[in-house]
């Protein structure tokens, strides 16, 4: 069977058409898939804790960088120590130096990657973007817990320590929505 060169054409178009739609898709497709899944250390958001705490404790540790902004940003704890099932609420501190509001947003993950998937947080400042105004210090809270479904993985059911860490990048260029303005957040503690 022969095929027209309009045939063939149109094939062509229809491919290049389907590989340009799944390179535009790639990045919003592959972050929907490390939120459900867990992958590579992503955390999961949760919108109740669960109502089965296990004895057995891990000790999450915390930490804070800056990439690309003047912000000083620290845990306001090194570690805590949660029963499996049992929520955890962790305080940060991100502080402006500057005479100038900054925007940020916050990436996250938890180390070992293997344990993203058992990592669930309730609230959590990096869900969305921020301003931090001039010399404003703030308190921002992370409400999370650790599913009891980790006792039924052979590896991660051995854990001991899970390490959360968070990033502010400035998000100048960010098109996303806005959480808060130079006044704060709902859901961030004020200042002490």
């Not at 089965?52 to 540790?61: A, F, G, S």
Request: include cysteine; proline fraction near 7%.
């Amino acid at each position: 069977m022969k095929l027209s060169n309009v045939t063939i054409g149109l094939i062509a178009a229809g491919v290049f058409t389907g590989m340009l739609g799944l390179a535009f898709m790639a990045e919003p497709l592959y972050k929907s898939f490390c939120q459900v899944t867990g992958f590579g250390g992503t955390t999961r958001i949760a919108t109740r804790a669960p109502k089965e705490i296990l004895d057995q404790e891990i000790t999450v540790r915390f930490d804070a960088n800056v990439a690309d902004t003047p912000l000083t940003f620290r845990p306001l704890q090194r570690d805590q120590k949660v029963k499996i099932g049992q929520h955890g609420l962790a305080f940060f501190e991100v502080e402006n130096p500057t005479d100038r509001p900054i925007r940020v947003i916050a990436s996250y993950n938890v180390t070992p990657h293997f344990a993203g998937p058992y990592f669930y947080k309730l609230e959590c400042f990096c869900f969305e973007e921020r301003v931090i105004a001039p010399h404003e210090s703030k308190k921002l809270p992370v409400v999370y817990f650790i599913s009891p479904d980790i006792i039924d993985d052979h590896v991660a059911n051995q854990l001991e320590t899970i390490t959360l860490s968070y990033t502010f990048f400035d998000s100048t260029e960010y098109k996303g929505p806005l959480k808060q303005q130079a006044q704060g957040a709902a859901n961030s503690a004020t200042p002490g």
